[in-house]
């Protein structure tokens, strides 16, 4: 492996909420991660089918000063260039980290891919993390003797209350966590 530090950034390949309406990954919580780390780690890309993730519109609408990050040419070339996730090897990187919206909520929990990959960085001590919606991609993910990850564990992740909130309940399969 390289001496450079690699980090996996994973993003939905869902483009619709289970009411039809649009949606993807988040803008800032891809852009504002990526513009820290990147001058210290090689960041990939990865989603379920791999290339140009859908964004989710309205992230676009509401956080327009984090446009340059989808007009950044290496970014749109890590987005266009995205790997599948049956293509990407835990042994290639030192961390994952799980990019939020709603997208991520619908399709990345049930993924079996992206489960065995997930379980395979926790297994292996590897930074697993995730921002906002991002943790309901970790869900289903287990340690070596099979036991959850989240078991016994605090975590923080976009809450029930919040997603009652702002009226979201119905838009994605499952929400993260109830508030406590």
Partial sequence: MSS???????FTSTDKTLTGKDTGWYLPEAAHPYYVLSPHFDIDFAAPKGSNPPL?????DLFKDDLKFLEDQTVMSKLANAKRLSDVKADNYDAIFYIGGHGPVIDLPEDPVNIKLASDFYRTGKLTTA???GPAA???VVDACGKPIFAGR?????SNAE???VGKVKVS???CLAAS
């Fill in 138 to 140: 970790l869900v289903n």
């Fill in 4 to 10: 450079i530090r690699k980090v996996l950034f994973i």
């Fill in 56 to 60: 989710d519109p309205s992230s676009a």
């Fill in 163 to 165: 997603e009652e909130q």
């Fill in 131 to 133: 921002v906002c919606h």
């Fill in 173 to 175: 399969r499952r929400v």
């Fill in 154 to 158: 605090h975590a923080t992740a976009f």
